[in-house]
């Protein structure tokens, strides 16, 4: 069957003022319209604009005085630094930002205050057609990855690979694509010091991906720190009895991981090299190939959500447009993950509140506590988080930001916490705990077994994963407008009026059903924009 691709329905224009206030509390509200609004717009309110506003900012819809705080989705992200005349313009320069909520006294299970979610109502009866493991895991995708150990090799490799595609992918139609796990790890770092462990499990983990089909190949230089066996130690990996090996690693166990080690004696210039790293593909191939699709129960998904290139449409429209869909996820049985530390570290109250047991709310300030001391040792805080196009989009600071990225989690219970490189193990709602950085935290994502992405953006990103496929979320029209060849989905019809939050969390939750299936690709997918894997590594280098 052909795969077709996602379209994203023509905008509509917003020809009167249009401002969206979150909470009833607030005292800012945004401009939606496209390229602002002009001082002396009166809006619905009857409240002219004393100042241009550009789309995505806030306007003052009262006199805020010096000191007062700037109330948006009900809470304050700032402190006004001047008195704020009614119709103003009120940007971060003109923000003190709030200090970071402590980690003690924070709303726990059980302590007789806080109020559980209600457990969400069974969604039966969905499914997609994905790739059965023999490990239990399900594939979304048919991909050979070839892991590395070193980026040294990653030359060599990539030059094999784009042979494999040439010459072999063509002759297994049933595999979808052959990926190099290409990084910066590997040698010339404190491969034993404290940290060091989550680069290595976090390749170790995207190695066993769900949509590489438990097939584990390796390229090794051979006189790298981060060994084959000790990235892949026995026991850690499928073996297969039946096909040839090129070179091999015997365990006292009996079990072989397939590698070539380009040091090897055996290898006599560049091209026994890739020859080398071809014939071991085609062993690989041979038993995807053979490989079909089955009906699988939507429970079998594991999604990653994650947002990158924000602005103030983001908690507005795309967020909780995933996180309504999030919350139709867990209903239905499936794995979801949300991340970003940084970006969740000033609702981590709203987050405690929300575990569903006090082991849970702790381990999630434990992870929080130590990105805290991570940072400090950087001589940084949280702020350092906010990009130049974060605040163009009309984000004053984290406080902010942190507000609209969290509801991307739904308002499912948390019944997990998973540390950097750790692998999912559960269903239902999980705080993966990663950086914010968009590659760092879709790497951990994938490390973490995700079959399946989506990324919502305000400003703009080419995004993509090799790996695993990614939806995209524009959080505006003008930008699924003008970018309509790589967003998936346009929330920023929930701005425009056209559309609810649980329209498109629905039209979000089929798409991901259809992509899961192979019946339609996503506009990365068609382009093959990849972004690089990119390890997080807090350990020293050498």
Not at 212 to 221: A, I
Request: net charge negative; charged share 20%.
């Amino acid at each position: 069957m052909t795969a077709s691709l996602s379209t994203v329905p023509a905008p509509v224009a917003i020809t009167s003022p249009l401002t969206i206030r979150m909470h009833d509390r607030d005292n800012v509200a945004i401009v939606a319209n496209d390229g602002g609004l002009p001082a002396g717009t009166v809006l619905a309110n009857g409240l002219t604009l004393r100042d241009r506003v550009p789309q995505g900012h806030k306007v003052a819809l009262v006199d805020v005085v010096a000191q007062a705080p700037v109330l948006r989705y009900g809470i304050p992200i700032g402190f006004a630094l001047q008195d704020i005349p009614a119709g103003s313009w009120v940007h971060e320069r003109l923000l003190q930002m709030p200090s970071a909520r402590g980690l003690d006294n924070l709303p726990m299970p059980g302590d007789g205050v806080t109020v559980q979610p209600d457990p969400l109502p069974a969604l039966e009866g969905y499914t997609f057609e994905g790739y059965r493991n023999a490990d239990g895991s399900v594939g979304t995708r048919n991909i050979l990855a070839i892991t590395q150990t070193v980026q040294c090799v990653a030359g060599v490799t990539d030059f094999a690979v784009q042979r494999i595609k040439a010459e072999l992918l063509p002759l297994y139609p049933h595999v979808d694509d052959v990926v190099a796990l290409a990084h910066g790890y590997g040698c010339g770092v404190a491969i034993d010091a404290p940290g060091a462990e989550i680069p290595i499990r976090t390749l170790r983990n995207i190695s066993l991906n769900p949509n590489f089909g438990g097939e584990v190949m390796v390229v090794s230089l051979g006189c790298e720190k981060l060994q084959p066996e000790r990235l892949l130690p026995p026991g850690s990996f499928p073996i297969h009895a039946e096909g040839s090996k090129i070179d091999s690693i015997s365990s006292a166990s009996g079990q072989d991981l397939d590698v070539v080690c380009l040091q090897d004696d055996a290898h006599v210039g560049f091209m026994a090299m890739v020859d080398a790293v071809l014939r071991q593909a085609t062993v690989h191939l041979e038993r995807l190939n053979a490989r079909s699709r089955v009906t699988c129960p939507a429970s079998e998904l594991v999604v990653g959500v994650q947002c990158g290139g924000s602005d103030a449409f983001s908690g507005v429209t795309a967020n909780p447009a995933v996180g309504f869909c999030t919350d139709l996820l867990v209903r239905a049985g499936a794995s979801v993950m949300f991340s970003e530390t940084t970006e969740v570290r000033d609702g981590i109250a709203q987050l405690t509140a929300r575990a569903s047991t006090p082991e849970v709310a702790q381990a999630m300030v434990r992870e929080m506590a130590w990105y805290d001391t991570y940072l400090e040792r950087g001589k940084v805080d949280r702020s350092a988080n906010t990009t130049p196009g974060n605040k163009k989009g009309g984000l004053s600071n984290i406080v902010e930001k942190a507000m609209g990225s969290i509801v991307k989690s739904g308002s499912a219970a948390i019944t997990g916490v998973i540390s950097p490189g750790e692998k999912l193990k559960q269903k239902g709602l999980t705080y993966a705990a990663t950086p914010a950085s968009d590659f760092i935290c879709g790497t951990l994502q994938l490390a973490a077994g995700m079959n399946l992405h989506v990324f919502t953006t305000g400003r703009g990103t080419p995004y993509g994963l090799a790996q695993v496929p990614v939806i995209k979320v524009a959080t505006r029209s003008d930008l699924a407008r003008r970018w309509h060849d790589l967003m998936d989905v346009n929330a920023g019809t929930i701005a425009d009026g056209t559309a609810s939050i649980e329209q498109v969390g629905w039209e979000l939750f089929h798409l991901m059903l259809e992509v899961a299936s192979g019946r339609k690709k996503t506009w990365a997918e068609h382009w093959k924009l990849h972004n690089a894997l990119v390890l997080f590594n807090p350990a020293p280098v050498t």
